[in-house]
Antibody, heavy 119, light 103 residues
Framework: EVQLVESGGDLVQPGGSLRLSCAAS????????MSWVRQAPGKGLEWLAN????????YLVDSVRGRFTISRDNAKNSLYLQMDSLRADDTAVYYC????????????WGQGTLVTVSS | IVLTQSPGTLSLSPGERATLSCRAS???????VAWYQQKPGQAPRLLIY???TRATGIPDRFSGSGSGTDFTLTISRLEPEDFAVYYC?????FGPGTKVDIK
């Protein structure tokens, strides 16, 4: 069974940092591109980042580029999102997702982890 | 690319047919069009990818169609568990969602 489990969400002050993790199981992690998507309270879904199979290609939305970094460790079946210079508008539930090859579509999602940026 | 979903809210009764629209600001490849269902407090669930292919385990009352700029998700007969928010997506862009609620 495919499982994605996010962790690392917390309450952090503006300007602070957090590192989110996504532990994958039930599939060959190194064979899939992966993605982060977030959802602010009461709002819709916002794509944040994609990463290729070996972590050498990374794509981020303009609003987080330079502040967030996506990475992966295939040996640990884990995906990461390093978030720096956090702002109040980064408050959201953060989901990791597995990408279907050839469709750029996320077929499995984790349950999400809540990041709250507030003083 | 901007995705527009209509209507914003659809009020229907169980057993009725639901037709949800997703319109793109320019022509897009149907290979990259997907539909998700999201219930409160839950992660999105993939229903349709490639515009018309049902994801694993999705009942056949859900169907997708369309091409170019206009795409549709149809739920043939609403079950109680189908009342939720539905999002269309094209690659890295998500639509704003359509809420299907009980009339």
């Amino acid at each position: 069974e495919v499982q994605l489990v996010e962790s690392g969400g917390d309450l952090v002050q503006p300007g602070g940092s957090l590192r989110l993790s996504c532990a994958a199981s039930g599939f060959t992690f190194s064979s899939y591109w992966m993605s982060w998507v977030r959802q602010a309270p009461g709002k819709g879904l916002e794509w944040l980042a994609n990463i290729n199979l070996d972590g050498t290609k990374k794509y981020l939305v303009d609003s987080v580029r330079g502040r967030f970094t996506i990475s992966r460790d295939n040996a640990k079946n884990s995906l990461y999102l390093q978030m720096d210079s956090l702002r109040a508008d980064d408050t959201a539930v953060y989901y990791c997702g597995r990408i279907i090859g050839g469709y750029d579509t996320r077929d499995y999602w984790g349950q999400g982890t809540l990041v709250t940026v507030s003083s | 690319i901007v995705l527009t979903q209509s209507p914003g809210t659809l009020s229907l009764s169980p057993g009725e047919r639901a037709t949800l629209s997703c319109r793109a600001s320019q022509s897009i490849s149907s290979s990259y069009v997907a539909w998700y269902q999201q219930k409160p407090g839950q992660a999105p669930r993939l229903l349709i990818y490639g515009a018309s292919t049902r994801a694993t385990g999705i009942p056949d009352r859900f169907s997708g169609s369309g091409s170019g700029t206009d795409f549709t998700l149809t739920i043939s007969r609403l079950e109680p568990e189908d009342f939720a928010v539905y999002y269309c997506q094209e690659r890295i862009t998500f639509g704003p969602g359509t809420k299907v609620d009980i009339k």
